[in-house]
């Protein structure tokens, strides 16, 4: 029955019941009849209307909460992505500022690739196993210090670079003097006027063959052995015949 009669037939049903009784007219019974019927197809109108509204609300809720699932999933991945990269750059700043002026201090293992240390005072400091990829170390001072110990005595502290990745460094005019280099990756290094001597760098990659294959830059580099390539034609200079 449509919703609109459902109350009319009510009304009809009621007065039936409490109008005088005639022959022609329904009865008690009938009337009673009537009212629970109208009230059964309002209650299931009612209730398929309820239904509908909660099957409509219950599809959009559960959209609505996979959309809003989805997006705060990508937002917390990006807000997570984007503070590691905030902190991974504020803790590579503060490394490269503190190793500026680190004379005996201890990096190693450290991560400076493509970071500015020309002129850093990184004498007798310890980078074993440092990734200087692309640094910028010119001039920088990485020799030897004679350092005083716990017992008052004076010894003499290397800067230890074993097995640090120097690849694409520039190291133009830097102090190595008795460095440990032993296993440094220098492919296409400069150490155009580095000064090596006594460096212990044993794994070949100063030799001519070494030099060849890395493509090192040697220009006026002092060696470990103490000799100069001053000579463009110096095989173990590694430097075209235009360099000065």
Request: hydrophobic share 40%.
């Amino acid at each position: 029955m449509n919703r609109r009669f459902v109350l009319p037939a009510i009304m009809l049903a009621t007065l039936a019941v409490v109008a005088p009784a005639r022959a022609d007219e329904v009865t008690f019974d009938q009337a009673g009849r009537a009212i629970s019927g109208a009230f059964t197809e309002a209650y299931e109108g009612t209730r398929d209307g309820v239904m509908q509204a909660w099957e409509w609300t219950r599809s959009h809720a559960v959209k609505a909460w996979a959309d809003t699932s989805q997006g705060s999933q990508q937002a917390w991945q990006t807000t997570k992505q984007t503070t590691e990269q905030a902190v991974d750059a504020t803790r590579k700043a503060f490394i490269e500022r503190k190793a500026r002026d680190c004379a005996n201090c201890d990096l190693r293992a450290v991560d400076l690739t493509g970071a500015d240390l020309s002129d850093a005072d990184l004498r007798g400091a310890d980078l074993r196993g440092a990734n200087l990829s692309a640094v910028n170390l010119s001039r920088a001072k990485m020799q030897a210090n004679v350092v005083r110990g716990a017992d008052g005595k004076d010894f003499v502290r290397r800067t230890d670079l074993r097995d640090a990745n120097l690849s694409n460094a520039s190291l133009r005019d830097a102090d190595l003097r008795r460095a440990q280099l032993d296993g440094v990756n220098f492919n296409h290094a400069d150490l155009t006027g580095a000064d090596l001597s006594d460096a212990e760098v044993t794994m070949g990659e100063l030799t001519p063959q070494g030099i060849a294959s890395s493509r090192l830059s040697l220009c006026r580099a002092t060696l470990p052995d103490h000799m100069r390539c001053d000579s463009p034609a110096d095989s173990r200079c590694g430097c075209p015949s235009a360099a000065n």
